[in-house]
């Protein structure tokens, strides 16, 4: 199994570095800063072999250019704002990074960009801004169907997987979850275990696909209280997932 560690970088995003136990080679995903990546791999005494990239925004690549003196691989979606772009990716793709042992499969997640990909493999999923522990990604590029539409194949995955995404906004999200379903206990229990977490300035992630269909009201557009809080928030019936779904990411947009 991959050791997962996370880097913190910016304000409050993760860029991840994965590497095979015993192994002096690291592949790191979505590096928004090169120097905190330079010191973990330095501290771990480690080689960089490849970056993923899961979309083009500044935050998850702006740290490539500082992390290419060795020319390493950069697997990412086809979108030339990526720098150094040298594997492109698309859905359906299968492919083992350069350092590891260990392949993933390439999921197609458009909404918080068209470009969006997540990579999935070793019962982990690598989801950028697609999808947040306790929330998912603003829609920025994509449509409210795009979105739902993917998220409905995220939480079709087996719910042990574990949710490797971009941003600490557990806090937050989860927040306007206990909103949307103030009876929820799993939440509840869920939002006062996180507040304790930030409290002590721990990480949040990763959070299971489990985890995040039982309390992440962005998976739960079949529940009937998120519906009925949907409703009640727009005002009107909503005859559809994906009706849901918009009226909630809008709600959160202004929560």
Same mark, same amino acid.
């Given at each position: 199994?991959?050791?997962?560690?996370?880097?913190?970088?910016?304000?409050?995003? #993760?860029?991840?570095?994965?590497?095979?136990?015993?192994?002096?080679?690291?592949?790191?995903?979505?590096?928004?800063?090169?120097?905190?990546?330079?010191?973990?791999? +330095?501290?771990?005494?480690?080689?960089?072999?490849?970056?993923?990239?899961?979309?083009?925004?500044? /935050?998850?690549?702006?740290?490539?250019?500082?992390?290419?003196?060795?020319?390493?691989?950069? #697997?990412?979606?086809?979108?030339?704002?990526?720098?150094?772009?040298?594997?492109?990716?698309?859905? @359906?793709?299968?492919?083992?990074?350069?350092?590891?042992?260990?392949?993933?499969?390439?999921?197609?997640?458009?909404?918080?960009?068209?470009?969006?990909?997540?990579?999935?493999?070793? @019962?982990?999923?690598?989801?950028? /801004?697609?999808?947040?522990?306790?929330?998912?990604?603003?829609?920025? $590029?994509?449509?409210? +169907?795009?979105?739902?539409? #993917?998220?409905?194949?995220?939480?079709?995955?087996?719910?042990?997987?574990?949710?490797?995404?971009?941003?600490? #906004?557990?806090?937050?999200?989860?927040?306007?979850?206990?909103?949307? +379903?103030?009876?929820?206990?799993?939440?509840?229990?869920?939002?006062?275990?996180?507040? +304790?977490?930030?409290?002590?300035?721990?990480?949040?992630?990763?959070?299971?696909?489990?985890?995040?269909?039982?309390?992440?009201?962005?998976?739960?557009?079949?529940?009937?209280?998120?519906?009925?809080?949907?409703? $009640?928030?727009?005002?009107?019936?909503?005859?559809?997932?994906? $009706?849901?779904?918009?009226?909630?990411?809008?709600?959160?947009?202004?929560?």
């Amino acid at each position: 199994m991959l050791q997962v560690t996370p880097i913190p970088v910016l304000s409050d995003n #993760y860029t991840w570095l994965l590497r095979s136990p015993q192994s002096q080679t690291a592949v790191v995903v979505d590096p928004g800063e090169a120097a905190p990546v330079i010191r973990a791999l +330095e501290g771990f005494q480690l080689h960089l072999s490849a970056i993923l990239i899961t979309h083009h925004h500044g /935050d998850h690549v702006a740290g490539v250019d500082g992390l290419m003196e060795n020319g390493v691989p950069v #697997y990412g979606p086809d979108d030339s704002r990526i720098p150094h772009l040298s594997h492109p990716v698309r859905a @359906g793709d299968r492919f083992t990074p350069a350092g590891l042992d260990t392949g993933f499969q390439v999921l197609a997640v458009p909404g918080h960009t068209l470009d969006h990909i997540a990579f999935y493999g070793d @019962g982990m999923l690598f989801a950028g /801004d697609a999808l947040f522990a306790g929330g998912c990604g603003r829609m920025f $590029e994509g449509s409210p +169907e795009q979105m739902q539409a #993917y998220l409905a194949d995220l939480r079709a995955l087996p719910p042990e997987t574990r949710l490797y995404c971009g941003h600490e #906004y557990t806090e937050a999200n989860l927040e306007f979850a206990a909103a949307v +379903e103030p009876e929820n206990e799993a939440t509840q229990d869920r939002l006062a275990r996180v507040h +304790e977490q930030r409290r002590r300035g721990a990480v949040t992630l990763p959070s299971t696909i489990g985890e995040e269909r039982a309390t992440n009201p962005f998976l739960r557009w079949d529940s009937g209280a998120v519906c009925e809080r949907a409703m $009640e928030h727009a005002g009107h019936p909503l005859n559809s997932p994906t $009706e849901v779904f918009a009226v909630l990411r809008q709600w959160k947009d202004h929560f």
